[in-house]
């Protein structure tokens, strides 16, 4: 039996490494480490990545697989649940980081399944949903900046970049405290109240400030 990490970035600027690093800060340990860079969860299936067949091909019977969270599978729901689905049939146990999700395919019970699988298809959904919402906000800051050519219009440069708001969100996902998350992200305690409750307004300033993202 076998404990293999999968991570996943979706632009070749972006980092693996903070993904292993929260994983053993949680406490586990991995026999492989596999990873795709530069590969959509959106529009690339988890069997079609290079990195992702492989996992498939991997993955046996008491292995367990641990991800940052779902959307690292993915952030296609259909995708996702087949994802999961297939894995489990396999008997191999899916935990995630965030939220410490474990999902175990050896039970029988029916409510226990039923309940299993509900959870599953909102993660994946709200995984997807978070996707959609990100790149309409994009769409929506490209635009509104390629219509002010001498950028006069763009506002006031934003004070975090991308790698400190992935950093943000994936600790409010594990419910840290706003004054760590500060102290960790290297940013203001406002700027964090500003990520956690304007997300759509955090993304267009990232859009239209693309220099600043990393």
């Known amino acids: 039996m076998a404990t293999f990490l999968y991570a996943r970035v979706s632009t070749t600027e972006q980092t693996l490494d903070h993904q292993r690093t929260q994983a053993e800060a949680a406490g586990f340990t991995f026999d492989h480490v596999i990873a795709d860079k ?26 367990t697989l641990v991800v940052r969270w779902v959307d690292r599978l993915g952030r296609n729901y259909l995708d996702v649940t ?36 509900a959870l599953i298809a909102f993660m994946a959904a709200t995984a997807q949903a978070q996707a959609e919402a990100t790149k309409e906000a994009q769409r929506a800051g490209i635009a509104h900046a390629k219509g002010k050519d001498d950028g006069s219009y763009r506002g006031r440069k934003p004070s975090f970049d991308r790698k400190q708001v992935v950093i943000v969100r994936d600790l409010l996902g594990k419910n840290t405290g706003i004054s760590e998350i500060a102290k960790l992200s290297g940013l203001s305690r406002q700027t964090v109240y500003r990520i956690k409750d304007d997300p759509e307004g955090t993304e267009k300033a990232l859009a239209l400030w693309p220099e600043r993202e990393m």
Do not use: H, Y
């Open 38 to 63: 530069g590969v959509s969860g959106v529009s690339v299936p988890m069997r079609e990545r290079p990195e992702g067949k492989r996992l498939f091909d991997m993955l046996r019977a008491g292995d």
């Open 82 to 117: 087949d994802t999961i689905k297939t894995f489990l049939s396999r008997g191999v146990i899916v935990r995630t980081i965030i939220n410490g999700m474990t999902f175990d395919g050896s039970t029988k019970d029916p409510m226990q399944m039923a309940v299993r699988d």
